[in-house]
């Protein structure tokens, strides 16, 4: 169907503002507003809801106008907001919510004031740098009574879901340790984040995929609950992206300790960079192994199996290994193309969350049916505190490395604090979250 009127079925509205349209707005938010351009969301429970993009921000409006342009016979036209206070514009064109897709360390104000202005917000991973910066969100939301959550794919990969599936159902029987492993092409850091890349590093971008996880499927927010995360270290190497001696990382290793119950300890180590060779087979490499104390698990996110050549379009254009399971675009058997895949339907996810608070019954059980919604450890901000401390840490222990203090460590809830930085040889330390993680 094509109309710029979109299908005007439902007289249940959600109007959808848009913070950053960048890579991941482009791969995964546009296909979702496009496919909900043209068929309601439906449940039982609210029945059909229209979810639409209404407006953009961006700081120079540039692919808001290009958008427009793209799209203008395909979807009705969005208030494009841009310069300074774009964020403020978007929030006065009448939007219900928001989802903050900028770089990661700008996640925050975003978020904060869209929260403040009484809106649902959906923000991208990681959801912010620090514990002080999610508590601040997690009251705001509390007071406004809105949905605040964060965006995590990987867990709504079928691979994953069959892993914590196992471990719910004690097939897979008390984790120790495993490793994962995720590299981005130079082309992220050189061109795609170039503008915001200085003193960032990969670990923050793309081990948080790997540190939720871990946390969701076998940690706190774990179907098999009680174990806590203790320790944190890192390191990382500079001199491609950056100078050898700057504060901006080519690549990182991360490693985190938990303590189960019965105190028995499980450690895991994610490597991750945005260096490697832009001929690589595929878009990403992305490696796990998971130890138990009966079985192991290896998964390979890029060979499940397609393996592909054209001549003179892989591996540049098209890659050789691609994952079609988060996003592929499809012509379907019944005639019609699509664009699916976990990716896009962990978005979708969140505005059917959002409509099912607000649409799902009677304003007098709202509070009832937001509460319900706030339990879903998955992607509520309240179950990110430990992926929030893992990556405040990580990036605090950097930081010290690029002062020249390498070999920092994190301890979490110890003698001095909930998150605390160690300094080798040192008596000095620095304590990044007082209160417990
Ligand atoms: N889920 C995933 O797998 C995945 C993949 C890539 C990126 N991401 C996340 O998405 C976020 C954005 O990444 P990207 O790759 O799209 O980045 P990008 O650099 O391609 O785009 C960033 C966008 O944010 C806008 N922006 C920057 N500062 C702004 C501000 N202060 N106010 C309003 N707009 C602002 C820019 O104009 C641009 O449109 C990051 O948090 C990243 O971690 C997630």
Redesign the pocket.
Known sequence: MNSTDGFNASSKVLRVGM???????D??YKPVFLDLAHSPLYSPATGPVDVRWTAA????GS?GRNYLQQLKNIIPPFENCHGDD??QKLLASGVDAVCV????D??F??AKIALLSGKHVLI???SVLSLAELEQLQEIADQKKVLAKV?Y?KLADPDHKKLRTHYADNIFRHINNGYCSLLEPKQISGK??A??IVGRNPGT?VAV?YIKLIDFTFGSSSVIPGWELTRVSATGQRGLVGSADGSTWDSCQLQVTYRHPDNREATFDIHTSWVMPDNFPGYVEQEVQFRFDNAIWNAHQRKRGVEMAVENRTPDEMKNTPNYHYNGSFLEPWGKRSQRGY?LEVIRRFFEEVSFVEFAGPSSSRQERLQEMRGLTYNDLSADRNTVAIVQAMEAILAEQAKGNPGCQVLVNGPDGGLVLYKPGKIERVVLHSSRV
């Open positions: 913070v950053g349209l960048g890579m991941i707005f791969e995964t921000a961006s700081r120079t692919r774009s964020i897709a900028t770089p990661d700008r996640h104000e975003a991208e991973k990681p965006v794919h795609q984040f503008e915001w971008y995929h990716g």
